[in-house]
């Protein structure tokens, strides 16, 4: 059978975005039906149905270009190692600060502790395939975990530290989600505009009970998504839920 003039644009633009670099100007609609000899209607169609994809953005006043990829952040304990792997991708991470301060009172908080306890501080940028998508600001207490920063995690899993050297084993947690801008610090890190959209994970997460970790990981608006297992309702009134993705 024929393939439909539709559907033989949309897997000829697929083709040509993914051919080219991320940025790269595509073109429009008028100039997309003048060149294949489909309606301006059917371009939009193709195009829209990229948009969906993420594989290209509009951005207005200036045109359609080749986005940059998403990153899918499924909500469930894993480390942010081998969830990159396991997508064909290669990590990296970059260390930004790792050192032992006192607590301040929010961290303190969070961790259950007093404040002005030690507190280990580890800042990283986390990779994939060289581009930088979070910044990684974890909290762990100092007087648990004795020699964590002995470790160079440019290179190691924090926690694979963690469980093989602390016997650690994260049972539960929780993990909110907010919008918020790109401060100027940041958007250097992540090579994104000062005041850009991010989303921040603050994450909490506990072992037989007690508080060991918390992270908040800013993320680019553009380069990721969140994606997360629902169960079905089986009676009314049920409540669905998804499990927390811990990174590490």
């Not at 040509?16 to 940025?23: F, I, K, P, Q, T």
């Not at 050192?99 to 259950?112: F, K």
């Not at 000062?194 to 060991?212: C, F, H, K, M, Y």
């Not at 608006?221 to 049920?238: C, K, M, Q, W």
Request: hydrophobic share 40%.
């Amino acid at each position: 059978m024929p393939v439909p003039k539709y559907r033989g644009l949309v897997t000829a633009l697929r083709a040509r975005a993914e051919a080219v670099a991320v940025g790269t100007s595509m073109p429009s609609e008028r100039q997309l039906a003048e060149e294949t000899g489909v309606s301006r209607m059917t371009a939009r169609r193709a195009i829209d149905e990229l948009v969906r994809d993420g594989l290209l953005v509009r951005h207005v006043g200036r045109g359609t270009f080749v986005a940059r990829p998403l990153v899918s952040v499924p909500l469930q304990l894993t480390g942010f190692t081998d969830d990159i792997t396991a997508r064909g991708s290669r990590p990296a991470s970059r260390v930004l600060r790792a050192e032992i301060a006192p607590a301040d009172g929010s961290t303190a908080q969070a961790l259950r502790i007093h404040e002005g306890e030690d507190v280990i501080h580890l800042a990283r940028v986390r990779l994939a395939d060289g581009l930088a998508i979070a910044i990684e600001r974890s909290h762990l207490p100092a007087g648990r975990f004795p020699g964590l920063l002995d470790h160079d995690y440019a290179t190691e899993s924090l926690y694979r530290v963690l469980g093989e050297e602390h016997r650690v084993r994260f049972d539960s947690g929780s993990q909110v989600i907010r919008a918020s801008l790109a401060s100027a610090p940041d958007a250097s890190t992540l090579d994104i505009r000062v005041g850009a959209p991010v989303l921040e994970l603050v994450r909490t997460s506990v072992s037989q009970g007690e508080v060991v970790e918390w992270t908040t990981s800013t993320y680019p608006g553009d380069r990721f998504e969140l994606s997360a297992a629902i169960a079905p309702v089986t009676a009314p009134g049920s409540e669905r839920r998804s499990a927390l993705r811990a990174r590490d």
